[in-house]
């Protein structure tokens, strides 16, 4: 028997030839039987085709089509974000040009956690998360920012836990206050760490308030770290970040705030007024495979102060002995938590370098007029109700006169039937439906689709 061809070194780009044709073409054939944004019959129908297809998973022979029997079957039970139905979380069609360059991340396999099996993805590594500190945080004449740093996390949950981390490493056993909208990650966070109990200001209005966060932080021995939000999960909402920085700094608190939905709006001119204020935070977390079209996983976490990235500092001899140090080997330990890392910064700067800044403001201008116009065909609807207008890319609607009963039960039919993927938020006392408009290639007949889509499916 043959031993199986590597996807790297001399011989890799001619076994991947014949590999790449037979992933397109099942990813092709997947696409077209699945016929919508989602599978349909719901996860039953989906675990019955994957049973069928998978069959025994270590079997005595191998299967030389197992790739392309399994990618389809896979390709045909997956939610396709690109789909403009398929609107439910902030889940974005990866861009073509980010992919291959995942795929190029794949072939060549670097590990950063250490120089010697990722050179050149260190030094790009850290070029490219310099350069997107200094556009969140510039580099004014004080000093203690032009040393603003990144860090490459594999998304906001991690970003938010290192966030916490950094804040209960350089001020003790911080106590979190945040809004109610905040992400559930930043509670979690907060219990894994041992910290003490959060302290959750109520968000009647849906951001959190400056008068009530002074008024928390007069009433709660400290230290704290306050978490606002710039791109709630539920509707898209920013806080007021100028108020709120200006709070923190009265009563000493650390400021993190979790951008890892809108703080890509910093490409666009036309929306980065809605970020003012971002850059008095201490920590700011950022996620490109939201508003940035990156395929998973691209988080970040900006740091206002690189010195605390002190509190990360570990030694293994086997990867950063301190006579290689000395001898100038990059010590790379002491920015993750992980130990083996992907480059994901690969994809991210083939982005920014492919795109520009006007490539991604032409992006993001695009889905934040999408989400615009969708509220207008509710608004202009006999049949539907809009809850407020978007502020980035979230529209939360429901139909006239149907009860929260009703509205989850049309959810559910139109993912058990795979006609649409829409996500569900509670405002108000009441349940909304939820469109999060990630795709720019929507059309504006696809979202009339997709409300008649609703409609009919609403019990009168």
Known sequence: MSLPPLASGPQGPNALRPLLTTVLHALEEGSRARGGP??????EAVVARLRAALGDVLPEQGDPDAAAHLIRTLAEGAADPAHPHCAAHLHCPPLAVATAADLAAAVLNPSLDSWDQAPSATAL??????????????TPDD?????????????????????????????????????????????????????PDPLVIPTPRGTLDPAALATALRRHPGPHLVAATAGTTDAGLIDPLPA???????????????????????????????????????????????????????????????????????RADYLNADDDTEAGLPDLLGRSLRTTRRPDILKISITLKT??????????????SLAQRFADLVEASPTFE?????????????????????????????????HAVL????????L????????????????????????GTTPR
């Open 38 to 43: 989602l599978p349909r019959g719901g996860p």
């Open 125 to 138: 590594e850290a070029l490219v998360t310099q350069a997107l500190a200094r556009t969140l945080y510039g």
């Open 143 to 195: 000093p203690t920012r032009q040393g603003a740093d990144c860090l490459v996390t594999t998304g906001g949950t991690e970003s938010n836990q290192l966030a916490l981390l950094l804040a209960r490493e350089a001020h003790g056993p911080v106590r979190l206050v945040c809004g109610q909208a905040a992400h559930h990650s930043l509670t979690r966070a907060a219990w894994l760490l041992g910290l």
């Open 244 to 314: 709120l920085a200006d709070v923190c700094a009265a009563h000493g608190a650390r400021l993190h705030i979790d951008a890892a939905y809108g703080g890509a709006l910093l490409f666009s001119r036309q929306h980065a007024p809605k970020l003012t204020g971002l850059d008095r935070a201490h920590t700011v977390t950022l996620d490109l495979h939201k508003l940035g079209w990156q395929p998973v996983a691209a988080g970040l976490l900006a740091l206002r102060d690189p010195g605390d990235l002190h509190a990360l500092r570990h």
């Open 355 to 368: 795109l520009g800044r006007a490539g991604l403001a032409t992006l993001i201008d695009q889905v934040c």
């Open 386 to 418: 809009l809850h407020a207008r978007p502020t980035i890319t979230t529209v939360l609607f429901r139909p006239l006169h149907a009860t929260d009963e009703a509205i989850a039960t049309v959810r559910r039919t139109l993912l058990h039937n795979g």
């Open 423 to 430: 996500g569900r938020a509670h405002h108000h006392g009441r």
């Open 432 to 455: 909304w439906l939820k469109a999060t408009l990630l795709n720019p290639h929507t059309r504006p007949e696809d979202l009339s689709a997709l409300l008649t889509l609703v409609e």
